[in-house]
């Protein structure tokens, strides 16, 4: 479905953003994506990609810093030749009842999910304009749409994603740029192996499938937004919570 396209991906060393590259990878496209801190994880990612015949590379870029991520950008095209797809998908929680929030704790959530988003999307924007086309993918969540109690910061900042999105959509809509939005709900990651058994338990009874999402339901989602199946829609949040909200 993506036979020739290249997808530029936040945050995609582990979790959701890690099968979303996977995902597209299969599916045809090279893959630029950046990480942080875990280069190992980053060079296994890169080299499993290279392995379904794609082109594929990783960077060492903080999404927090905006001339890096230009950078970022301007190399990628540079190396690819090529950029049709965004996903904005890096983004990390700091969970605290705002009683006890520290403006540092509220500082890092906004700038990392939020900030980062601005940052990469005005990072492509001119270049997909001036083409005439491009397909950005913004990863938001359910927090965003309900709020979730000790997440006043993440709620917020995706929140603003949804916001943001559907503004976007209607200010490039014209130039066949597309921008919607992913919201998944309670996701085997990383982030929720961290919460408390009783706390995911209790979440379970919530969720009408009785089960949490994988991150491959998630890239599945992604992958068709990011495709010409799905070139009708746009100012969309697509919700995959198993019928929680």
């Not at 396209?5 to 045809?28: E, P």
């Not at 015949?53 to 190399?75: C, L, M």
């Not at 709900?185 to 379970?204: C, P, V």
């Not at 919530?206 to 992604?222: K, S, W």
């Amino acid at each position: 479905m993506l036979n020739n396209k290249t997808a530029i991906i936040s945050g995609a060393s582990r979790g959701i953003g890690r099968a979303i590259a996977l995902k597209l990878a299969k599916d045809g496209a090279n893959i630029s994506f950046n990480y942080l801190k875990s280069e190992a994880a980053a060079k296994e990612l890169e080299s499993e990609l290279k392995s379904r015949g794609v082109k594929a590379k990783a960077y060492q870029v903080d999404i927090k810093d905006f001339a890096a991520v230009n950078q970022w950008v301007n190399d990628t095209k540079e190396y690819f030749g090529q950029l049709d797809i965004v996903v904005n998908n890096a983004g990390i929680i700091v969970d605290k009842a705002l009683g006890l929030m520290e403006q540092a704790d509220w500082q890092s959530v906004i700038d990392t999910n939020l900030g980062g988003l601005f940052n990469l999307t005005r990072a492509v924007i001119i270049t997909f304009i001036k083409q005439k086309s491009g397909n950005i993918i913004n990863i938001s969540s359910v927090a965003g749409m309900t709020g979730l109690p000790r997440q006043t910061n993440y709620s917020a900042a995706k929140a603003g994603i949804i916001g943001f999105t559907k503004a976007l959509a209607r200010e490039v809509g014209s130039y066949n740029i597309r921008v919607n939005a992913v919201a998944p709900g309670f996701i085997e990651t990383d982030m929720l192996s961290g919460l408390n058994d009783k706390y995911k338990q209790e979440a379970k009874k919530h969720i009408p499938l009785g089960r949490f999402g994988r991150p491959e339901e998630v890239a599945r989602v992604v992958a068709f937004l990011a495709s010409d199946k799905s070139q009708y829609i746009t100012a969309q949040v697509m919700v995959i919570d198993g019928g929680m909200t």
